[in-house]
């Protein structure tokens, strides 16, 4: 499976958007983004995912670019409870056997 | 509806002991995922069950790491001869399919290895 590039924590003020990049420069034709966060002491949690389009779901967006080597996560509207690790993972989805990096802490701030 | 259970949620052992982790998946899961996680780092990939069968072990350890799912519901993770570097959380998930399909996580078993 590809591997990706996530920066390791970012800021974001609370109600402002939340914009999570990641690189995936190596994505193959049959890999899948996708999205998982993990609040302290809880297990990950499935956010989105997307093949080449563009996604939407009531927690999130999910933009990759036409060439597919990157794509950004938005929350529209971050609150205290968005703060968490956020992984971004590419996956051929065969067994959906999951490989994750280590992440980026989005840190939302009142 | 209920999420993925894991039992206990905490578990103390002294070295060279065995343990057992047991992993309640969502009803109607085929698919079971166990993981290993250590302080500051992303989930590590252990073990994947479809149905009864492990279909991909390739990240277990080694051969003091095994995993069963008899009935292809309930999973347990045994290990023996644990070691001090055998702590950390284990995670388990499961998914409805195991092509694309999300997996859902329980929120794991901290153990301790003393």
């Known amino acids: 499976d590809a591997k990706t590039t996530q920066p390791p924590s970012m800021d974001c003020a609370e109600g402002r958007a939340a914009n999570l990049p990641c690189n995936h420069s190596t994505i193959s034709g049959n890999e899948y983004v996708y999205w998982y966060r993990q609040i302290h002491s809880q297990g990950p949690q499935y956010i989105i995912h997307?093949?080449?389009n563009n996604e939407t779901n009531e927690m999130a967006s999910l933009i990759i670019t036409e060439d597919r080597k990157s794509s950004t996560l938005i929350l529209p509207h971050a609150t205290l409870r968005d703060t968490a690790v956020y992984y971004c993972?590419?996956?051929?989805?065969?067994?959906?056997?999951?490989?994750f990096g280590t992440g980026t802490l989005l840190a939302v701030q009142p | 509806g209920a999420g993925v259970s894991q039992t206990p949620s905490n578990k103390v052992t002294e070295k060279g002991k065995y343990v057992e982790l047991r992993c309640d998946p969502i009803s109607g899961h085929t698919a079971l995922y166990w993981y290993r996680q250590s302080l500051g780092q992303g989930p590590e990939f252990l073990i994947y069950f479809q149905g009864t069968g492990a279909a991909d072990d390739s990240g277990l350890p080694n051969d003091r790491f095994f995993a069963v799912r008899p009935e292809g519901s309930v999973s347990t993770l045994k290990i023996q001869r644990t070691e001090r570097g055998d702590s950390a959380v284990y995670l388990c998930a499961s998914s409805l399919f195991s092509s694309n399909s999300p997996l859902h996580f329980g929120n794991g078993t901290r153990l301790t290895v003393t």
């Open positions: 997307g093949l080449k």
């Open positions: 993972i590419v996956s051929a989805g065969a067994t959906n056997k999951l490989i």
